[in-house]
């Protein structure tokens, strides 16, 4: 598989990375620990050397699968993990204070089984801890050697602009795909801009792009899914426009939905590096598929004239999770 930098960086990962969070964590159908670490085995010898997870999937138990499973091959992938948010009365809620980073790290260093974390990424913007506070803790332990780089996830432009001037951000993380375009608005121009990477998560929108999600689809009460509005049947129905347009392009390009919203991604922008999630060997195969789908100048512009007249429906989040984003 081809690599790709993020950003102005210099890190340099596979073009397709795979999100580790639901393996064991936030969806239905998940794996034990020995079949999670060997589809992570499987996704690097197909050529995978970028792998996301973070303190709070599990919580706390993604990062111990990922470690094991990267052990034998540590010098040769990026693990990427996050920090700021933790458990409190049962509820999760953000925690970016010096105290609590300093307290993250040192946990997701024991349970990566890792001497430094390749990419750190804030998880949600904490409103209680100024973000100069937050990168000047980082910095100091990128000077430590515990940090190699570190990112944000799901920050609004203006948080980002005064991270990186503290100190440089190698990579912003936040939702991206066919589903869900707003990242267009201010995000994208803004990264390019500043020479800093993007990792889109749920480039599959949560699996809706995939096709393999009828509108009479029944998500169990563990799964994310069952309190996103975007996955009531109503709204499944609504936007089978969308998926109309990646079976024609699939059809096309002998290829399938999945690949086609994936290949659609890679051609934005050099900088984009999706990070798609499965607990299936041959949707693993099928992801890693999509860095070789070529899509043309004049196949680019069908579909953006395309998705113009689509209107998708349902928003991406229930409202008290939105609000946690953008900041």
């Given at each position: 598989?081809k690599?790709r930098?993020?950003?102005?960086s210099?890190?340099?990962v ?8 639901g393996?064991?964590?936030a969806?239905s159908?998940t794996?034990?620990?020995k ?6 085995r499987?996704?690097f010898e197909?050529g ?9 999937y599990?919580p ?9 499973a ?7 992938v990026?693990i990427?993990t996050k ?14 204070s010096?105290a ?5 790290v040192?946990g997701?260093?024991?349970?990566l089984n ?6 750190y990424?804030q998880?949600r ?11 000047g803790?980082i910095?100091d332990?990128?000077t430590?050697?515990?940090?190699k780089h570190w990112g944000?996830s799901e920050?609004?432009v203006?948080?980002?602009?005064r991270a990186h001037a503290?100190h440089?951000?190698t990579a912003?993380?936040?939702e991206?795909?066919l589903?869900?375009?707003r ?6 121009p803004?990264?390019e ?6 990792v ?7 699996g809706?792009?995939?096709g393999?999600?009828?509108?009479d689809?029944?998500?169990e009460?563990g799964?994310?899914?069952s ?10 129905e609504?936007n089978?426009?969308l998926l109309d ?12 939905p999945?690949?086609?919203?994936l290949?659609?991604l890679?051609a934005?922008k050099?900088f984009i590096?999706?990070i798609p ?11 890693i598929g999509?860095?070789?789908v070529?899509l043309t100048?004049?196949?680019l512009?069908?579909i ?5 007249k ?8 229930p ?6 984003t953008?900041?």
């Open positions: 598989m690599s930098k993020l950003g102005q210099g890190l340099e596979s073009g397709i990375g795979f999100g580790c969070m393996l064991n964590y969806y159908n794996l034990d620990k079949d999670s670490i060997a589809l992570i499987a996704a197909r995978v050397t970028f792998f996301d997870t973070a303190e709070m599990g706390y138990t993604n990062e111990e699968l990922v470690g094991e990267l052990a034998p091959f540590r010098k040769q990026v990427a920090f700021g948010i933790k458990i409190q009365d049962g509820k999760q809620v953000q925690d970016s010096p609590h980073i300093r307290k993250s040192e997701s260093l024991k349970r890792i001497e430094a974390i390749d990419l990424y998880h913007v904490d409103i209680n801890t100024p973000i100069e506070e937050v990168a803790t910095k332990l990128i430590e050697g515990k940090i944000l920050a609004g203006k948080t980002i602009r503290f440089p951000l912003v993380e936040s991206y795909s589903w869900w375009r990242p267009e608005e201010e995000l994208i803004t990264l801009e500043l020479g800093i990477g993007f889109p998560f749920s480039p599959l929108g949560k809706f792009l995939t393999k999600i009828s509108k689809a029944k998500f009460k799964d994310f899914r309190i996103v509005p975007r996955f009531t049947s109503e709204n499944l609504a089978q426009g347009l990646l079976n024609r392009f699939a059809e096309q390009k002998n290829a399938t999945a690949q086609i919203a290949g659609w890679l934005q050099p590096v999706p999630g499965t607990t299936k060997l041959h949707r693993l195969e099928e992801n999509s860095a070789s070529v100048n004049s196949e512009i069908e953006q004239s395309t998705l113009k689509i209107k998708i429906s349902g928003e991406r989040y409202e008290e999770l939105e609000k946690r953008g900041l």
